[in-house]
């Protein structure tokens, strides 16, 4: 059931580099290893994430947390299914989405992103790490999964926008 549901959830990132949006229907298998697919064309993290989730913003990835208000629920907690917002930094200078598949634990999350290693590639199965002081999703360390390692850099967290779906649903 676990394979299935694993090549289901690779068969639905894959068709979302096509034209038609998919959602993120459920959470990756726990088991599932980090990696990296390659699109057909070079894919930004905004319009992977929008494509993922239906969420209607447009947008540098850093603008997605202050649009987002009035029109989605935001929040300082992970949730799966929601989008994940990077603070714009020196690092960032666009900021950054993933969209959470899966949350592990308190401190745990997995994310689907694209364009994190600046070459257009979706990655797939990312473990991201809370690592603020106070346990409150405020800076967090994403796997590098060339290296299978975690990353070194902190980044700070905007919080997390819930798609319309999980609006209904929570």
């Avoid at 999703?137 to 994403?142: A, G, L, N």
């Amino acid at each position: 059931m676990r394979r299935q549901m694993a090549s289901l959830l690779l068969f639905l990132g894959l068709v979302a580099c096509g034209g038609q949006p998919t959602p993120v229907v459920s959470a990756a298998a726990p088991t599932a290893q980090p990696r990296i697919v390659v699109a057909e064309a070079p894919l930004q993290c905004v319009p992977y994430a929008r494509r993922l989730t239906q969420v209607a913003l447009r947008g540098d990835a850093w603008t997605w947390w202050e649009a987002a208000e009035g029109r989605y629920t935001r929040s300082r907690n992970p949730l799966a299914g929601a989008i994940l917002v990077l603070a714009r930094s020196q690092r960032l200078r666009l900021g950054h989405i993933a969209v959470v598949t899966e949350v592990r634990g308190p401190r745990e999350i997995v994310v689907r992103h694209a364009n994190w290693l600046n070459h257009g590639r979706i990655h797939l199965d990312t473990p991201v790490i809370d690592v603020s002081a106070a346990n409150d999703w405020s800076q967090v360390r994403v796997w590098y999964t060339p290296g299978k390692t975690l990353g070194r850099r902190r980044y700070a967290v905007q919080g997390f926008i819930l798609p319309k779906a999980l609006q209904v649903s929570s």
